[in-house]
């Protein structure tokens, strides 16, 4: 069956983005049963999906503005088992458990959107049946050295920075268990040599074990973080606040 949706022009970039669109249609389809909760549900594109196969949708919008676009949505698709609700997911009153979670509150890293503080209070709280499924159950975050062609912290969407090292893990969240908020990394890096180094950040999402997603250009695009120092190796802190902004990052350079 075919939507008809009408969404903010943010809304209309990651629609867009069907790759992203394509890969959380195939694992809700999988998993939609029962009760779901759909976190952050914007457009409501993914809540509608996951009617399609649940006895109830919970779809929840904490912006105003997106929330009146996603009640036209789902109201004229004609899905009446999804209830739309105003709220805040880290502070709703989930008085159900849930047999599926959906959670797309991501950034590069977990860093400015708030899927872990979120999905900390849904642990916390025991939302989940025993058996029950979250999409997404993990985000593995990897560091490389670059060339940064800005003085600044950018995302680096078309991933075009000179790379000069090899690509490492540096963390894995997974979604299932309380996160800390705030996180500190050291590592040393060696590779080319190059000018105005920085470090680039990816973000890999791990829907379920048969799902998995790079960085796409509206899911986890890769962020460059520029240590304005030139050589071929570094030894680096890192650190930064989950569900913060760009501003809680500090880098020191050894």
Do not use: C
């Amino acid at each position: 069956m075919a939507m008809l949706l009408k969404v903010p022009q943010w809304h209309s970039s990651l629609l867009t983005d069907y790759e992203r669109l394509a890969i959380f249609k195939l694992a809700i389809e999988k998993y939609a049963k029962g009760i779901v909760y759909d976190l952050g549900t914007g457009s409501g594109i993914l809540a509608m999906i996951a009617a399609k196969k649940a006895e109830k949708v919970y779809a929840l919008e904490l912006d105003s503005f997106t929330y009146e676009y996603a009640k036209e949505n789902i109201e004229r698709n004609g899905f009446k088992n999804i209830l739309l609700y105003e709220a805040d997911a880290e502070f709703f009153d989930y008085k159900e458990k849930a047999d599926l979670i959906i959670a797309e509150l991501l950034d590069t890293a977990l860093i400015t959107e708030p899927q872990v503080r979120v999905l900390n209070t849904i642990n916390k709280k025991k939302v989940l049946k025993e058996d029950g499924k979250i999409i997404p159950e993990k985000a593995i975050s990897t560091v490389q050295l670059v060339n940064s062609s800005l003085s600044y912290i950018h995302y680096d969407e078309e991933d075009k920075e000179k790379e000069l090292s090899n690509e490492i893990i540096y963390e894995e969240v997974n979604f299932y268990k309380v996160n800390p908020l705030k996180v500190s990394y050291k590592f040393k890096l060696s590779g080319e040599y190059g000018e105005n180094l920085g470090l680039k950040l990816r973000t890999y999402t791990i829907l379920s074990e048969e799902f998995v997603s790079g960085p796409l250009r509206m899911l986890n695009p890769p962020l460059v973080i520029p240590l304005n120092v030139d050589g071929s190796d570094v030894k680096v802190k890192l650190s930064y606040k989950r569900g913060g902004d760009l501003d809680s990052i500090k880098v020191k350079v050894f």
